[in-house]
């Protein structure tokens, strides 16, 4: 019988993870935009005027390795029944070339609902001037687990644009092709790794049907398509990227974004955005991109 993932403790909330200071060189720029086949030369030229731009969604790399609680010893029972569902990033100044930033996160909530227990990491980026540039907030539910206390949130999740009377069909769609090796290039040139996207023995021990694409090289995915569609390839404007995880996307095949509409609010456009897997499931809903608007 497989064992559950128990209990966690409401006093983990609170609590923060190592902080790690980057550089984002023209090998960092130049690499994540690699990593999505993003081929916007205003990642790649570094002969341009005020340097390259910077993808907004490097923000889930430099994430990714700022994520260890050292103080706390592993939790081995619920580690497997953690699942990515949603993230929120807010960009308040635009990264730049040559850039330090420095990522620390810290659990803010914790709560349960029917599938488990919902927890909030939010991940902050300031530069060396102390200034924030970016919050992330990380989203994951541990299906199975319980509390040993009540609901504790120390810091609330900001709500997201929404649309009412989302049209049924999209206004553009734009298909994007996941080759076999996607999960290894995205891995290498991201530096995110987890071997379920990587290895199939890992993946198929964990249940998967094979390996699956990242859930945050789907949201850059869709990023990138919508920087160009509707900022005119420019990085700089976004301020916002939410969406919500939910079915998977296998490699050698071919994912949707589609955009579903439109908003123009205080000098802000709001892009609402879906992806659907080649299966026609959606591996992202409920999706928001927000940028200036001009």
């Known amino acids: 019988m497989t064992q559950g993932p128990g209990e966690l403790d409401i006093n983990d909330v ?28 205003a990642y790649f030229d570094d ?12 923000c889930f790399s430099l994430q990714w390795n700022a994520r260890f609680r050292p103080d706390l010893p592993p939790n081995p029972r619920a580690a497997p029944f953690g699942v990515h569902a949603e993230t929120d990033l807010r960009i308040f100044k635009p990264f730049r070339q040559n850039q330090t930033v420095t990522v620390q996160g810290q659990l803010i909530s914790r709560r349960k609902i029917n599938p488990g227990v919902y927890s909030v990491d939010r991940f902050r980026m300031i530069d060396s ?3 924030l540039l970016a919050e992330l907030d990380y989203n994951g539910i541990t299906r199975g687990a319980t509390l040993n206390g009540p609901d504790r949130e120390i810091e609330p999740s900001p709500i997201a644009p929404s649309m009412a009377n989302m049209p049924k069909d999209p206004v553009w769609t734009e298909q994007i092709y996941v080759p076999r090796h996607a999960g290894q290039q995205y891995t290498e040139c991201s530096y995110i790794f987890n071997p379920i996207h990587t290895e199939r023995s890992v993946a198929l021990a964990a249940g998967l049907p094979d390996i699956i694409l990242h859930g945050s090289a789907t949201k850059a995915h869709a990023l990138t398509a919508v920087i160009n569609r509707c900022f005119d390839g420019n990085a700089g404007r976004i301020t916002r990227l939410c969406g919500q995880l939910r079915a998977m996307i296998l490699m050698d095949t071919t994912i949707t974004v589609q955009c579903m509409g439109t908003k123009r609010e205080n000098g ?17 809903a409920n999706g928001v991109i927000c940028g200036t608007a001009d």
């Open 14 to 41: 609170g609590g923060y993870t190592i902080a790690k200071s980057y550089t984002l060189d023209a090998r960092r720029i130049m690499a994540y935009a690699s990593s999505i086949n993003d081929t916007n030369e």
């Open 268 to 284: 802000e456009l709001q892009v609402f955005y879906r992806v659907i897997n080649e299966n026609g499931e959606p591996a992202i």
């Open 129 to 131: 001037q102390g200034e």
């Open 47 to 58: 002969t341009r005027e005020g340097g390259l731009n910077v993808h907004p969604a490097i």
